[in-house]
T-cell receptor
Framework: DAGVIQSPRHEVTEMGQEVTLRCKPISGHDYLFWYRQTMMRGLELLIY????????DSGMPEDRFSAKMPNASFSTLKIQPSEPRDSAVYFC????????????FGPGTRLTVL | GDSVTQMEGPVTLSEEAFLTINCTYTATGYPSLFWYVQYPGEGLQLLLKATKADDKGSNKGFEATYRKETTSFHLEKGSVQVSDSAVYFCALSDRAAGGGADGLTFGKGTHLIIQP
């Protein structure tokens, strides 16, 4: 298995632009998580899905952030409009708890908003 | 709510030194505990885990024991190598395996630097 795949790996954009981050979980995993990592706040859970349904989005910072999971093999995290304080590394992780409680992380997307 | 507190770095050691990174937690239930490692420019990798009290997780010479009485999960290694230089995260999950899943609660991370 290729593991969790995220794209792009790096994104540089200007304030006010729309940004879309993508994630492909490990095949067969039924939970998908989005995390954000910053120096100030560390790793924070933004939202997670079970069987493509959002379960908890209480970590989404503002209405500018939205996430979707249209099918079991794809999820997006969108920021519109983006702001400099959104600059961070965004990680996606997946898990199938019936097998293990280990979350498998993707390599992350480093977002820079100028 | 749940929280994880770990010693902040950077922690700088010489090669072959003994390593301890402290981690304590607060949780409402009986969480599973994890140590993840992040190498520069990469995502997080699971280093070891423990799912119940007194369990010892171990991997690559690293060990951590789930201590319910002190709510701790300290990471140790007897002899560190330069290749161990990375950021280490302590984390917990309040859901047991087979009982669904929940997001991980992470500590702030400890940057470990091993000098030759």
């Amino acid at each position: 298995d290729a593991g969790v795949i995220q794209s792009p790996r790096h994104e540089v954009t200007e304030m006010g632009q729309e940004v879309t981050l993508r994630c492909k979980p490990i095949s067969g995993h039924d939970y998908l998580f989005w995390y954000r990592q910053t120096m100030m706040r560390g790793l924070e859970l933004l939202i997670y899905f079970n069987n493509n349904v959002p379960i908890d989005d209480s970590g989404m910072p503002e209405d500018r952030f939205s996430a979707k999971m249209p099918n079991a093999s794809f999820s997006t995290l969108k920021i519109q409009p983006s702001e400099p304080r959104d600059s961070a590394v965004y990680f996606c992780a997946s898990i199938t708890p019936e097998a293990s409680n280990e979350q498998f992380f993707g390599p992350g997307t480093r977002l820079t908003v100028l | 709510g749940d929280s994880v507190t770990q010693m902040e770095g950077p922690v700088t050691l010489s090669e072959e030194a003994f390593l301890t990174i402290n981690c304590t937690y607060t949780a409402t239930g009986y969480p599973s505990l994890f140590w993840y490692v992040q190498y520069p420019g990469e995502g997080l990798q699971l280093l070891l885990k423990a799912t119940k009290a007194d369990d010892k997780g171990s991997n690559k010479g690293f060990e951590a024991t789930y201590r319910k009485e002190t709510t701790s999960f300290h990471l140790e290694k007897g002899s560190v190598q330069v290749s161990d230089s990375a950021v280490y995260f302590c984390a917990l999950s309040d859901r047991a395996a087979g009982g669904g899943a929940d997001g991980l609660t992470f500590g702030k991370g400890t940057h470990l630097i091993i000098q030759p």
